[in-house]
Nanobody
Framework: QVQLVESGGGLVQPGGSLRLSCAAS????????MGWYRQAPGKQRELVAR???????NYADSVKGRFTISRDDAKNTMYLQMNSLKPEDTAVYYC???????????WGQGTQVTVSS
């Protein structure tokens, strides 16, 4: 069993920045990829950004150029730097670890991000 713990969420004004962290209870290098997802009230959970073990990244169109995903395998931690935040970025943000074939995926418990003046 792997535990993922998100932190760094909070209330920020439009145009502001936040940095989310996702700390894993074991080495994240064992996972094929890790990603950030978000879910706003009344909406489906959506992919925000994803990074593979090899370092390849992909982003939702809505966050390209504003958000940056990274990972520090030595610290078993993944990050999401969020800049130029907009009210529509308000959501609960979850981290996910994608297992390799035949192994499970894991989710964190989520952290709230609220962008409001």
């Amino acid at each position: 069993q792997v535990q993922l713990v998100e932190s760094g969420g909070g209330l920020v004004q439009p145009g502001g920045s936040l940095r989310l962290s996702c700390a894993a209870s074991r080495t994240i290098f064992s996972f094929y990829a890790m990603g950030w997802y978000r879910q706003a009230p009344g909406k489906q959970r959506e992919l925000v950004a994803r990074i593979t073990r090899g370092g390849s990244t992909n982003y939702a169109d809505s966050v390209k150029g504003r958000f940056t995903i990274s990972r520090d395998d030595a610290k078993n931690t993944m990050y999401l730097q969020m800049n130029s935040l907009k009210p529509e970025d308000t959501a609960v943000y979850y981290c996910k670890a994608d297992g390799t074939i035949g192994t499970p995926d894991y989710w964190g418990q989520g952290t709230q991000v609220t962008v409001s003046s």
